[in-house]
């Protein structure tokens, strides 16, 4: 019987290159909560962030590394002595860390984005890592648009590089251009050339998904002799995204058949769903309803053929079992009549570990949303209780919000908001009912803002389900996201956007916030 015995190690870099898409932008406290989870889920390394972009994400890294002790923390540097010296400092309280280093080596990337030829590029990448070796014993290193680097000049980069002390060569797919074959290849041309590869220096990769192979090229660098994988959670990333950590470990996990040296990662893939719903909430970031492992479709069967096969056998329609993921079995749950010991148990399953008087307060918001739906169900448990324990301090509160329209009425909203015990009242007229209210909260905020995406879908099903709106707002230069849940799409929409604003304003009172 054959047995596991080749890990696969999980890079997460969903709050570096992740964090890097439009709009996903997270505070301090959010990069905490997204690794603490990161940490549930066992991932082997946490890449916290690029130190060298600035004092904020310096401290935001210190955070992580303060409190997340398991994975080994990462951050990346160009090849340049200060940005080494800026992850030095951000890692400064990590019990495990990494240093990463990038240089571009591509011919397009060193004759237009560096101007510099290949013999620049070696000293450069030597000089620096032997830098890096004197404060890192971990280092990684990743030669930038690989996939389009001259083969012979890419084994003698990473040869190198190892020379000067790398411990980890990562293989970089920046642009997303490669082909799962032809990635393999080169993963199985670089071991067959530096032997030392994925043996005794780790042999990772790192996809785009900019032709939607991020995953596929994943998993064919594995299959020739990668042994360490970077992703993202939902695949967020640059442009397209990076290839999605939960369907690489999915894959892994369910077709373990057709990787012959029984690659396996240490992932505990219970705790996939919540960080994916985390990450979305967190980075504003929609998951589509399709998508693979965490899609709210993902698992569900509308065909009655279908329907009927999984209550016969889930295996016909299913091949992976929900709740490996995390997922409750059930999902009809509790409704008005249900008592405070239920909610409580349910609120176990799904993983949130409240205090008494939070739980107090998710109850009374619970018997509150039971009143106005019949049934209430896991999702929308979940959105009331992230809701409810987000960071973001409520420094702008909704009192009373009042909308009118019609078809030969102009939309009208009056919106009453509170802060610090002052009420803050204004009225005004929209294209729509939304933008109505939207205007009515910036004359009271008088921030200048610009609403530059708007959503709304369905937590649950059904007549009575939770709107849940996620918009993404303008502010010096800035996307900040915001999330809000309701019966009402109107108070939904208003809650997403007050979410954002109060987003801002937690990060202002930082730097101070500016007078009304
Ligand atoms: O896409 C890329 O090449 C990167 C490197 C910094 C690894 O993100
Ligand atoms: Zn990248």
Redesign the pocket.
Known sequence: MSTNNRKIYIFDTTLR?GEQCPGASLTPDEKVEVAKQLERLNVDIIEAGFPAASPGEIEAIQKVSKVVRTPIICGLARMVEKDIDAVRQALRFAKRKRLHVFLATSKIHRDFKLHKDTSEILKLAVRNIRYGKKFFDDIEFSPEDASRTERDFLVEVVGAAVEAGATTVNI?D?VGYALPTEFGQLIAYLVEQIPALGKTVNLSV?C?NDLGLAVANSLSAIQNGANQVECTVNGI??RAG?AAMEEIVMTLNTRKDNFSDNCYTDVKTKEITKASRLVSRLTGMVVQPNKAIVGRNAFSHESGIHQDGILKLRQTYEIIDPKDVGLSGSQLILGKHSGRHAFRERLEKLNFHLSVKQIDVAFKRFKDLADQKKYVFDQDIEALVEEQISKIPETWQLVYLNTSSGTKAKPKAEIHLKRQKKVYKASSSGDGQVDACYKAIEKILKMKLKLVDYSIQSVTSGKDAVGEVNVKLLHQNREVSGRGTSTDVIEASVKAYLFAVNKICSQQIRTKLAPV
Do not use: L, S, Y
């Open positions: 290159d970089p920046t790192h785009h990333g640059e990076n």
